[in-house]
């Protein structure tokens, strides 16, 4: 071996000093593309995985120059996220923890959006004939027949509407002698590929339905019940709480989203011809 | 097995689309893992070589640590890095949650335990090799780190594609720390992983193909440069 122990070391921390100079610019390149305004918006995997935002959000960029991104997860995380100001702006679907997230100073105002609706998803051969309008009663017949049931269990607010159901219902699901109900812990999409692996019932909002391709051996079952309806909230999140929330940018995010425009840019998507989401923002506000 | 013939045409058709929206993700996640196995590689080689060579008290423990880091849960690391993002978190107030940035940090942790367990082997076999000879002509143990680090350069670059196979592959942390936001941290992983939430598997593996022949295309061009400099240096 060579032992011109200087030169190797100086080589070898040039190539150092090449290389983290070029991270460093990486990095300094990435974060300058991020210098425009943008807002960060905690929203629910329905509203993203339907495709509602692909078409709402240069729509909302186009009209203001703010842009939008969007973090996709379970309601519960979606407020937590806005409770730990990293988001300036929330926009989920469970009424009951809205009411609470602004009662508690977290949000500003609530102010509703829009609705969609859920549906009861299962096998066609509707083992537990389930098949109806009715909620209550379908999900009562699934729990007679013992039929699985795939559900969320996120605290996501579809989980926490399936819930509501079962309570509705007079079925406790949880309790541990059912083998019945499957617990997957994840998102609606996960989950409907679970469903649609062991030919299970599950609970899903329309939108993410319609755009879910692995359908197996699934179709929908329960519709059209008045109780299914599932109302949209979006907030700013509180700069009392926390003082770098984009307040103006979000506030125009929020003002965009119920104004006429924003509302007729909502009623416009649809999926095979079928309107997604029914803006119902009140005018009033 | 339908699905996956079909998947395969999925990914041709993806591959000669030159789909723009695929190649800013495909470009993305190259950029973010091959920072993170560059930021990784000058923690980690060093980090490595210096425990081959150095005696001092509790090695064996940092060795047996640094052996079991190998296994390091990146969902964990995605939730520690998380908590130290986030505004509520302590480092917060730079705002790089949910940003391309959070993403190599994330990576990064992940990448320094394998480069540097697996340097610290390299270089504990040079060292076996050289020392006697390093010793007697009076370097220091220190001195002896970046002597040894160029000597096994070539091992130490397929160490590096292990650190960087590690970061491109990454999805669990990737996913807590960027949030998967559409043209800003969206990355080939959570692509994937949002494709099969959407139920569309053909499509999803699809990317997977894609994936799979980038870091292969990555991997063969480090292998040539190795075999090349071999040839011209060795």
Do not use: C
């Amino acid at each position: 071996m060579e032992m011109n122990l200087p030169r190797a070391f100086w080589r070898l921390s040039l190539t150092w000093i090449a290389a983290a100079t070029a991270a460093a610019t990486l990095l300094a390149a990435q974060s300058a593309s991020a210098q425009g305004t943008f807002i960060t918006v905690a929203s629910t995997t329905s509203t993203e995985q339907s495709g509602l935002f692909k078409q709402l959000l240069p729509e909302f960029t186009k009209a203001t120059g703010i842009e939008a991104r969007v973090v996709a997860l379970g309601t519960g995380q979606a407020l937590d996220m806005g409770r730990r100001g990293d988001a300036d702006v929330v926009f989920v679907h469970d009424k009951v923890a809205e009411d609470k997230f602004v009662a508690d100073g977290w949000g500003v105002r609530r102010f509703e959006v829009m609705y969609n609706d859920f549906v009861i998803v299962g096998p066609k051969a509707d083992p537990a004939k389930a098949r109806g309008k009715d909620v209550i009663e379908g999900l009562k017949k699934i729990a007679a027949a013992g039929a699985p049931f795939a559900s969320r269990a996120d605290k996501s607010g579809t989980h926490a509407a399936e819930l509501r159901y079962w309570k509705a219902a007079g079925v406790d699901p949880t309790q541990s002698k059912t083998t019945w109900y499957r617990e997957t812990g994840s998102g609606m999409g996960p989950t409907l590929n679970t469903a649609s692996g062991m030919n299970a019932y599950a609970l899903t909002d329309r939108g993410t339905w319609l755009s879910f391709k692995n359908r197996g051996e699934l179709e929908i079952v329960v519709e059209g019940d008045q109780r299914l309806f599932n109302q949209y909230g979006v907030m700013l999140v509180n700069p009392a709480k926390h003082p770098h929330v984009k307040k103006e940018a979000g506030q125009k995010f929020v003002d965009w989203v119920i104004s006429p425009e924003g509302q007729k840019a909502i009623a416009a998507y649809k999926i095979g011809g079928e309107q997604l989401f029914f803006p119902n923002a009140k005018p009033d506000r | 097995m339908f699905e996956i013939f079909a998947s395969l045409g999925v990914a041709l058709q993806l591959i000669g689309g030159a789909d723009p929206e695929l190649w800013s993700i495909v470009l993305l996640s190259l950029k973010l893992s091959l920072a993170s196995a560059v930021a990784g590689a000058a923690i980690g080689l060093p980090l490595g070589a210096l425990i081959a060579v150095g005696t001092f008290p509790g090695r064996r423990a940092l060795i047996v640590i640094l052996n079991a880091l190998l296994g390091l849960p990146s969902v964990v690391v995605g939730l520690v890095v998380y908590l130290l993002l986030s505004r509520a978190g302590p480092l917060g107030e730079f705002g790089i949650l949910f940003t391309p940035a959070a993403i190599i940090v994330a990576q990064t942790v992940l990448v320094v335990p394998i480069v540097a367990a697996l340097a610290r082997q390299a270089a504990e076999d040079a060292w076996g090799e050289y020392r006697e000879q390093l010793t007697s002509l009076g370097v220091s143990r220190l001195r002896a780190v970046p002597t040894i680090l160029w000597d096994t350069r070539f091992s130490l670059l397929t160490v590096v594609m292990a650190g960087f196979g590690r970061a491109a592959s990454e999805v669990g942390a990737v996913m807590v720390v960027g949030g998967n936001i559409d043209g800003v941290t969206r990355v080939m992983t959570t692509a994937i992983a949002l494709e099969t939430s959407k139920g569309d598997l053909p499509l999803a593996l699809g990317l997977g193909v894609v994936l799979i022949a980038v870091v292969l295309a990555i991997n063969a061009g480090a292998f040539g440069i190795r075999e090349w400099s071999a040839r011209h240096h060795g």
